[in-house]
């Protein structure tokens, strides 16, 4: 730290002599003044009754960057700004029309209409041949669609938004019926192959025959005796068939917001290992 001085002075002589930060002023009228250097800026004067002479002292302080003699000081940390969550398109397979309204096939529009009901986001728009709708989940935005192609041609409809909207194949989930799982029962995967379901072949095809987007399956269970698969999917539930279905629609609904909030791992554990309704 250094401290300079100008001096004006009507006495015969005036000096100053800086040391340790403190300056001492004198002149022939043998006044002696000290000035600490605690300020930036000061002017002092001084009118001696012996000389009538005046005394005007003005200093600057000029502090060194050094660091001996002030602290370092670090910049601020800033934190990152967190990056915009991405969206999640999620696809309920189906049938349009009330002839299908609540059969087995349709189970994927029962999911869409449970999260879309939970989390206030209206379907009432068409838009690529799917009834369509935004929304959020928590901060994370979301679409849900359900195709209204039938279910042989969903992937028209899925391939058009995934294209339009550009949104990577992991956050592309699609809700279907599935013969092979025991009635009410979901499984969450991945990735994997169409299992002969004529709307996940469609979609695949429509896809440039990419598997790899994860899947949430509802069961259905087998058809009874000889029935034709074809015509057991198309069936409606009974009484109990609906409370147990009711139920997995809202686990379903649970998984889809651990899904989209904590990713695809916590909510695989959620809904793979949850055990069954015991009605």
């Known amino acids: 730290m250094k401290l300079a001085c100008v001096i004006s002075s009507t006495a015969s002589s005036a ?20 000035l600490n250097s605690s300020s930036y800026r000061r002017g002092w004067m001084s009118n001696t009754a012996a000389t009538g002479s005046l ?16 602290p370092a000081i670090s910049a601020p940390q800033l934190e990152k700004p967190k990056p915009k969550p991405q969206p999640w398109l999620i696809v309920g397979l189906g049938n349009p029309g009330k002839r299908y309204a609540g059969t087995r096939h349709n189970v994927g529009f029962e999911m869409i209409d449970t999260i879309a009901d939970a989390e206030g986001i209206s379907m009432g728009s068409v838009s690529f041949k799917a009834q369509f709708g935004k929304g959020f989940i928590g901060d994370v935005p979301i679409m849900l669609a359900k195709p209204q192609t039938f279910m042989n041609a969903s992937g028209e409809s899925v391939g058009a938004i995934v294209s339009y909207y550009k949104i990577p194949l992991k956050q592309v989930l699609v809700v279907f019926d599935d013969l092979d799982l ?5 499984r969450l995967l991945p990735k994997g192959g169409h299992g002969g379901h004529n709307g996940m072949r469609s979609i695949m ?22 029935m034709d698969p074809a015509s057991f999917v198309l069936r409606t539930f009974n009484r109990q068939e609906r409370e147990e279905l009711d139920f997995t629609l809202q686990n379903g609904l649970e998984a889809m917001r651990i899904l989209v909030l904590e990713g695809f791992d916590k909510s695989a554990t959620f809904v793979n290992s949850s055990k069954p309704l015991t009605v």
Do not use: E, W, Y
């Open 15 to 34: 000096t100053v002599l800086c040391r340790g930060g403190r300056c001492l002023f004198s002149s022939s009228s043998s006044v002696v003044k000290t």
């Open 55 to 70: 005394h005007q002292i003005s200093c600057s302080m000029i502090t060194s960057t050094s660091p001996s003699d002030t």
């Open 182 to 186: 025991p009635f009410a029962k979901l």
């Open 205 to 226: 095809n429509h896809l440039k025959g990419n598997r790899d987007f994860p899947r949430l399956r509802i069961g259905i269970g087998r058809p009874p005796g000889k």
